[in-house]
């Protein structure tokens, strides 16, 4: 790779962004694979803290501008967002290979955990930590709630649609779909009929200024992210076909009423739905793996995302889970269901990931045409609101099996749960720390109890 061009370079229609050595980034995403703890928004602030704070490899309007497009999208917006500066940087390898090793070491160490889980967990000591872990997730989903119902529920109309689409998932068993839409549709009428109350603040407030950037606010784009639509269709074509391509394999392989076909054509689904982040689709995978296709059952559900919680990278990988448990039980691959495991979880994380390197190597030249211009409508307000509801109903859902497994209530899980609330949202401690610390008290209650 060349080195950094002058400043007159840089100032040349359609200059290189390539300055930045490859192998440095590929370096940069691996370590950020493996330390990315935190959730979406603690991802994002490392992203941010390295590489424009200290490495000064993009300027922070150029960052936060990605960033408002990944938010629009469903998927993961900390992947998408490492996609996107990755193919800014080195073109389309260069998100390729961000994307996918931002994803790999959790997805590999989600894949062992489940093995593990499978293989081991009726072992005490196992137990005692799953126990401990159980109402720690709680604690957790509520801290997600409220933490996003601070910032969206901005008024009585915003609050009216979390409380209705809670009461719609939770006690009318809607479809998760069906929630997004009907949001959107309130977001659309109220955009018209009352705007101010779907009107947006600034989601991130000014911009600081931290010096000079390899691609800094007014750097010329390169070539490569010059949009056409000519390039926007056929890359969207190339996505399309591998996700059809794979999803026919497998139907042929195995037959398409058969698991790994049913995982393929619902984790595509699922990526379609990710808005708001993995709390507000993890109902909706409920709903399939659980009580559509009984891939895993509600308490290893549970269990999926107390697992999940301690791997770096994106929530949203706890797919690997359902698709490890699903294959395994169903025994997809006869004789070895480790082997049927790995299947599955590979054929979940495919399909449930593959879209948002579409949406960004195919979009990002047309937000790139269109930098300063991306701003949320009406319908994604009221989506978002719906969402916070969402997340509400999974906490319940999950307290409901966790606080109450029998006939009496569980104060012990019930204590956890709430100590881990107070740490999280009192204290701002960590979401591993705090499950660490649940997981201890889990095993010296189970050699209690």
């Known amino acids: 790779m060349a080195n950094s061009p002058s400043v007159s370079e840089k100032g040349k229609p359609g200059a290189s962004l390539f300055h930045i050595p490859l192998r440095e980034a590929f370096l940069y995403w691996l ?18 803290a390295e590489l424009v704070e200290r490495r000064r490899w993009i300027s922070e309007q150029r960052f936060l501008h990605a960033l408002n497009y990944c938010m629009l999208l469903p998927g993961p917006e900390a992947t998408q967002l490492a996609i996107y500066i990755g193919w800014l940087m080195h073109r389309t390898w260069g998100g390729i290979v961000a994307g996918v090793l931002f994803l790999l070491p959790s997805l590999i160490l989600l894949t062992a955990l489940s ?8 072992v005490p000591a196992i137990a005692g930590i799953l126990y401990g872990m159980k109402p720690a997730v709680v604690a957790i989903v509520v ?7 601070r910032r969206t529920l901005r008024n009585r109309v915003l609050g009216g649609i979390a409380l209705a689409a809670c009461a719609g998932i939770s006690v009318l068993s809607l479809p998760f779909p069906a929630i997004v839409a009907g949001a959107a549709l309130l977001g659309w009428l109220g955009g018209r009929l009352r705007p101010a109350s779907f009107a947006l603040g600034s989601a991130h407030g000014a911009t600081t200024s931290y010096g000079p950037a390899h691609i800094d606010d007014h750097t010329p784009s390169p070539s490569h992210t010059r949009f056409s639509w000519s390039r926007l269709a056929r890359t969207a074509g190339v996505g399309i076909a591998l996700m059809a391509g794979a999803w026919l394999l497998l139907a042929w392989l195995s037959g398409a009423s058969q698991p790994l076909a049913q995982m393929g054509w619902f984790f595509t689904k699922a990526a379609m739905l990710t808005f708001g982040g993995a709390y507000a689709v993890l109902p ?5 793996g659980v009580e559509q296709y009984q891939w895993l059952t509600a308490a290893q559900m549970i269990d999926g995302l107390a697992l999940g919680e301690t791997t770096p990278g994106p929530l949203i990988m706890v797919v690997a889970f359902v698709g ?5 039980t169903h025994e997809v691959v006869a004789g070895h269901p480790a082997l049927a495991g790995v299947a599955g979880a590979l054929v979940a994380a495919w399909f449930t990931f593959v879209p948002s390197f579409v949406f960004i190597l195919a979009g990002g030249p047309l937000v790139e045409s269109t930098r300063g211009n991306i701003r949320m409508t009406a319908p994604l307000t009221a989506i978002s609101a719906a969402v916070v509801g969402v997340i509400a109903s ?4 999950f307290a409901a099996h966790i606080f109450r497994p029998a006939a009496a209530i569980d104060w012990a899980a019930v204590a956890i749960a709430a100590a881990a609330c107070i740490a999280l949202l009192r204290f701002q401690q960590g979401a591993i720390r705090v499950l660490l610390a649940c997981a201890i008290a889990g095993v010296v209650l189970s050699y209690w109890m």
Request: glycine content about 18%; cysteine-free.
């Open 115 to 122: 093995w593990v889980y499978l293989a081991f967990g009726s």
């Open 284 to 288: 909706y995978v409920y709903q399939g």
């Open 394 to 397: 999974l906490a319940l859902f």
């Open 31 to 48: 370590k950020l694979g493996f330390v990315s703890f935190g959730g979406p928004a603690g991802q994002i602030a490392m992203m941010h």
């Open 143 to 149: 801290a997600a709630a409220w933490r996003m119902g």
């Open 324 to 328: 490890f448990v699903g294959a395994w």
